[in-house]
Each structure stands twice: as C-alpha cells, then as structure tokens.
C-alpha cells in the first residue's frame, strides 16, 4: 500500500542488533541486571525477560501457527498484551542472566529463517496499528516493526546501565524509517485540501526527511519536496524516544522547531509508534 511509502527490508539487520545485545548483555554486572529501567516496575533483567518473550511469542504464532492467545472478557488488545507482558516477565525472573543469553542466541536464528521465508508484500502476520487501522499492513511493516522493538528495550537496557550504543547509522537509521511510517495516521484527524503537505526532518546521522501528502480523502506518505503546509524537526534522540514515549509529548515539542499549520505540527510532535 502506498499509504505506507516505499519497502524497508530489515531483515538483514537483526543478527546484528541481536549481537550488539548478546555482547551488552554479557557484560553487566549483577547489579547493572537489577538496575531500574525506563519501564515502570522493571529493571534490566525484566527487559531482557520480555525480549525474550517477543522471540518465543512471534516464532509461536507467525512459524509454527500456533494460536495459545486467550483474552479475557472484554479485553481490549493493548490490555491483553499488558498482561501477558506482565505475567511473562514475572514467571522469568526465576531465569538466570545467563540462561536467558543462552535463548536469545538460540531462538534468535530461527527468528532470522523466518523472517528470510517471508514475501515482504504479502499481508503482514500483525497489523501495525499505529500506522493504520483500517486497512491491512504489509509483512515488510510488520517485519519493521519487530525490529524497532528489539532495538528500542536495547537503547533502554544501555539508558538503564549508561553504555551508549548501537546508535550506528544502519542499525539505528531504519528504526527511525519504519517510525516515520506513522505521519499518516499521526495525522489522520485533520481534514485538509487534496494535495495539501507536511514534512517531517529528524537531524543527525542516521536521520532523515519524510513527508505526506492528502490524496484521496487521506493522508499518505510521499516524498518532503516543495513548501509544505507544516514542517517539523527534531534530532534522531528526540524522535525515537518521542515515537515510544520514552519522553513526553511536551518535552518533544520543546525539543523540536515547527512551522506552518498549528494542527498538523501539534499531531506530528504526537507521533506514536507502540501500541498503547
């Protein structure tokens, strides 16, 4: 679908995020596992637990088929997977540091086999919500977007033990890429004229322009030329913690400089890209 722009194929990046993990993980000292993170209630050890969650849970499902989701009554999604979360982290804190390793750089290439067997522009196992929600994500999306994930408790691990990292331009450049992915429906509110523009730059080396255009009753992603109707830009640290709420709202619109339609640069510095 052309709403969400052009194929992004990460693939080829996830043995080395995975490695970049494995060799930080291998590193800390008991106490540096048991240090706070950015996610309330955990620490490194729950981080790394629920990683390792993500590895079985999408191998499960999207390889082997296998449908073990049970929801509770009424549950909503982003509910059912607190939850789950939640309980997994909990039942793993009876793992050791080293065994939880010892699975990710196990479950990790058979992660990778599968991700290699898949059409990118079939539909996606998982549609990405925040991009979209009423039409289908294609898989290289969905792909994306698992990426971003394990990318994203990665930089919060280093955050938590202060080891800065895996910030290299092609790891932390199609992080930035798959996010932006969700201008659209950042934007998907504010009515404006067929053809109307707004552009979003995110400064720095693993930066970027993106920008999205009104076609047919909708925004979609296009290419940031000409004047557009609002402009936005920020650097690459801002976006990526703006995009998982790693900061907040507010904090992002300090950090960052606007131009041109107040709404459109308010649902832009809004820009979220987790499921909440």
């Known amino acids: 679908m052309m709403i969400f722009g052009p194929v992004i194929d990460v693939r080829p990046l996830f043995p080395c995020e995975r490695q ?13 596992w048991a240090a706070p993170t950015v996610c309330p209630g955990w620490d490194v050890h729950d981080v790394v637990g629920h990683v390792l969650n993500d590895y079985m849970r ?4 999207a390889r082997d088929g296998y449908g073990g989701a049970i929801f509770a009554d009424d549950e909503t999604l982003p509910a059912y997977l607190a939850r789950t979360n939640d309980e997994f982290v909990r039942a793993s804190r009876q793992l050791s540091p080293q065994l939880m390793i010892e699975l990710l750089d196990h479950l990790g290439p058979r ?47 280093r955050d938590a033990v202060s080891r800065p990292g895996a910030v290299e331009p092609d790891l ?20 404006r004229p067929e053809g109307s523009t707004a552009h979003l730059e995110v400064l720095g080396p693993a930066g970027g322009r993106w920008g999205v255009a009104r076609q047919d009753r909708r925004w979609r992603m296009a290419d940031p030329e000409g004047e557009p109707a609002a402009r936005v830009s920020m650097d690459q640290d801002t976006f990526w913690r703006l995009a998982t709420r790693g900061i907040t709202v507010e904090e992002a619109r ?8 107040e709404e ?13």
């Open 20 to 32: 970049a993990l494995l060799d930080l993980l291998g590193d800390l000292s008991p106490a540096e």
């Open 172 to 191: 932390m450049a199609p992080v930035l890429d798959v996010f932006a992915r969700g201008l659209p429906h950042a934007l998907r509110m504010h009515d």
């Open 264 to 276: 459109l640069t308010a649902a832009i510095t809004a820009l979220l890209a987790v499921i909440a």
């Open 111 to 157: 992660l990778d086999a599968m991700w290699a067997a898949r059409d990118l522009h079939t539909a996606a196992d998982l549609n990405v919500s925040w991009a979209a929600t009423d039409v289908d994500s294609p898989a290289w999306l969905d792909i994306g977007r698992e990426y971003t994930e394990f990318w994203v408790h990665q930089q919060q691990v």
């Open 254 to 261: 300090r950090r960052s400089k606007a131009s041109g339609d």
């Open 58 to 61: 999408r191998l499960s499902g």
